[in-house]
C-alpha cells in the first residue's frame, strides 16, 4: 500500500482521493480532440505559407485511419514509423477506412506523458521529408489522431489528395 500512496503522490493523487474516484468509475481517458484541432490548424497555416489557395479540411475517413495507426503503435512498442504491425501502409489504412485519393502520412513517438503543439510542429517542421507533406498543396484533406501512454505519446497525421 505505501508503494501505491507513493506512485500516486507522484502522480499528484493522494490515496483517498484515488479510492473516491474509483469507486465505480471507469479508467480516465485523455480528450486530445483539442490537440488535434490544434495540428489541424498549424498545418492549415503552413500550406498557407506555402501558397496553398485550398483550405485543408478534415477528413473523418483519414482520421479513422489516423487512429488505427496510433493504437497500433502505442500497443506495439516495437514499431517505430509508417508500417503497422500487420505491415500495412498508410496507404492499406486509407483505404481501409474508405478513402479514394493518395495519401502521406506524418507521425511522432514522443518519450513523454503529453506534448505540445510547439514540439511536435518543430520536430515536423524541421523534418524536410515531413514539411514536404505538410506543404504540399495538392493535400486538402486531412486526419489527425494522438494518443498518450504514461511514458509516451503517438500523434500520427495522414493527408490525402482525393481522386476525382
Known sequence: MRDRACRLALLGM????MVIGSVGAAPAQADNKRFNDDVV???????RKAGCPVEIRV???LQ???EWHTKDVIANRHLDGDTGSDGSTPQDRANAAGYRGTVAQTMTIHP???ISGLELLKSWYYNPHYYAIMSDCRH???GVWSENS???TVVVAVYGR???
Open 14 to 17: 493522494t490515496p483517498a482521493l
Open 41 to 47: 490548424e498549424n498545418v492549415y497555416t503552413i500550406q
Open 59 to 61: 477528413d473523418p475517413r
Open 64 to 66: 479513422l485511419a489516423a
Open 112 to 114: 513523454a506523458l503529453a
Open 140 to 142: 486538402t484533406d486531412i
Open 150 to 152: 504514461l511514458d509516451r
Open 162 to 164: 482525393p481522386s476525382f
